[in-house]
């Protein structure tokens, strides 16, 4: 053979290589629905996250349109029978050190509540482990393309802050939903915030996109064992328990007491959700947290918050939900003690998860039987 036809072999696999690169740059968002979730595997109950693939058979990736391919709830159309409810929130939501059926979803779904038409309640997961509004506003605008006949929201202070808006990694990643968002819900954010990434001309390309496109073919690969063994997070044998002693220090992010600053705090995103949902109704609950009797305990009721904060936001939010004609549900101390709380001042055990999908289970006759 001569130098010509490796020569020409060499220009055509160049050609090819631009071209894909050109139709990658100018393909619109959405690869990620292409999906063998529901299809070849079973769905996931939950959205996909973690950090030990290798135990977990599970990964955090920043697409949303993958994230919810890969959910059960993208599994075809909405049954007639079905009354459908999106339980959006945190970590707490999610179900960190719970299996699928412990999880506030999982007990929900295995309490068989049927509605006033005969329907059958089906609860899906849509909590990410994260706290910050802005990501629990992009979950659920999306999730509106899935006709949800109610939406259950878990809040916590934490997830108010101005500062946690825009940098959970899922949020800084998703900037031109950012900007969709700001847009269209008129939110105060800064859309030329440093936080959001803002992918260049280069960051498109096949190279650029590498690390992108090989979590999405890994989050497929997983399929196969989260099918079999029904397994998509680590659980440990021993880890450490929420802390209840705390040192005298009544600090909140950067605020500063005795006041709580409310201009800083994202009540307008909140709202935005509530506005997203459209005919929808929103049920917004306060989360069950840790209430601690241990050292300075009064000064902090947990890690997460001083008691200053804490109450000041409370009056706030049952403020703001009268105002504005919002279903809300005080629900803190809603769990009798610190033995039903796990890793943290919100992770619940499962049988703490059981009394909270109690009092949900009554917000959804509420709801669907007025």
């Known amino acids: 053979m001569d130098s010509r036809f490796f020569r020409n072999v060499l220009l055509k696999g160049l050609a090819i290589f631009f071209i894909l690169n050109l139709a990658l740059v100018a393909m619109p968002a959405g690869l990620g629905k ?3 979730y529901n299809h070849i595997f079973d769905g996931r109950e939950r959205f996909p996250f973690g950090e030990d693939s290798a135990q977990s058979y599970n990964l955090s990736l920043f697409d949303l349109d993958a994230m919810f391919a890969s959910h059960l709830i993208a599994a075809g159309p909405k049954p007639e029978d079905e009354f459908r409810v999106m339980l959006v929130g945190d970590s707490s939501v999610w179900g960190t050190l719970q299996h699928p059926e412990e999880t506030l979803a999982g007990q929900l779904n295995a309490a068989g509540l049927t509605a006033c038409d005969g329907k059958t309640v089906r609860v899906y997961n849509l909590g990410y482990p ?10 659920l605008d999306y999730a509106m393309r899935y006709d949800p006949d109610l939406i259950l929201w878990g809040v916590t202070l934490e997830s108010f802050p101005d500062d946690k808006q825009l940098t959970t990694p899922l949020v800084a990643n998703n900037a031109a939903r950012v900007d969709d968002l700001t847009a269209r819900y008129n939110l105060s ?6 936080a959001l990434v803002r992918p260049t001309l280069w960051d498109r390309t ?12 890994r989050l497929q690969l997983y399929g196969v064992l ?3 063994t029904g397994i998509d997070q680590s659980y440990p044998a021993d880890y450490t328990p929420a802390q209840k002693d705390f040192d005298a220090d009544e600090s909140f992010h950067d605020f500063k007491p005795p006041v709580l600053d409310q201009s800083r705090l994202a009540f307008d995103v909140l709202g935005a959700g509530v506005t997203a949902a459209g005919d929808v109704p929103v049920v917004i609950f306060n989360e069950p947290m840790l209430i601690s009797e241990g050292a300075n305990s009064n000064l902090r009721y947990n890690f ?6 804490y109450d000041q936001w409370r009056q706030s939010m049952a403020d703001k939900a009268f105002e504005n004609d919002w279903n809300y549900l005080d ?19 499962p049988a703490g998860e059981a009394i909270l999908a109690e009092r949900l289970e ?9």
């Open 34 to 36: 292409f999906s063998l």
């Open 130 to 139: 994260t706290i910050t509004l802005t990501k629990d506003l992009m979950v």
């Open 189 to 194: 954010f800064d859309v030329n915030d440093p």
């Open 206 to 217: 096949i190279i650029g996109q590498r690390r992108a496109l090989a979590d999405l073919i």
């Open 226 to 228: 989260w099918s079999a």
């Open 304 to 309: 997460f918050y001083p008691r200053w904060a």
């Open 331 to 349: 629900l803190w101390d809603l769990i009798p003690d610190t033995s039903y709380y796990t890793n943290s001042a919100i992770h619940l055990t």
């Open 362 to 370: 009554q917000a959804i006759e509420t709801q669907d039987c007025p």
